[in-house]
């Protein structure tokens, strides 16, 4: 198949695939006689693997310790444990730190409880508060942990 059908059947971009190509991700195509890159089920398979891994948000240079895995089978899978293990600590803390900023984003929200005109909105004015070095209702916890570890 043509690159242009393996994107389609993988929903990965052209210019993706070719970056794959580059990192060495991918095993490089054959050329057909006018140099049209020919790409096999082989490089089906392995472009679904990545872009499952990076669906996963496990970064390219994980994934590509997970393609030298699949390429040696033979190997211990401790190190795919440990690989995995890393990647939930990663998603556990980007998960803390979107939970701090949804209480952040819910006490900005509480400045502001009825319309008003712009003047007069309280979102606005912890916004330009925050702007000016001022503390804000959206970091006062962060202000007060600030000011008691000083």
Known sequence: MRISELAAATGVDLE???YYEKQGLLPEPER??????RYSALHLERLSFIRHCRALDIPLAEV???VAFMVSPAEDCGDINSLIEQQ??????RLASMHALEKQLCS???SC???????ECGILHELVAAA???ACACHADTES???VAE
């Open 16 to 18: 993706t695939i070719r």
């Open 32 to 37: 057909e006689a006018n140099g049209y890159r």
């Open 64 to 66: 590509r310790r997970l």
């Open 88 to 93: 939930i600590a990663r998603v556990r803390a």
């Open 108 to 110: 900005l929200r509480a």
């Open 113 to 119: 409880d009825e319309r008003h005109q712009g003047k």
């Open 132 to 134: 000016h070095g001022e």
């Open 145 to 147: 942990a600030r000011q």
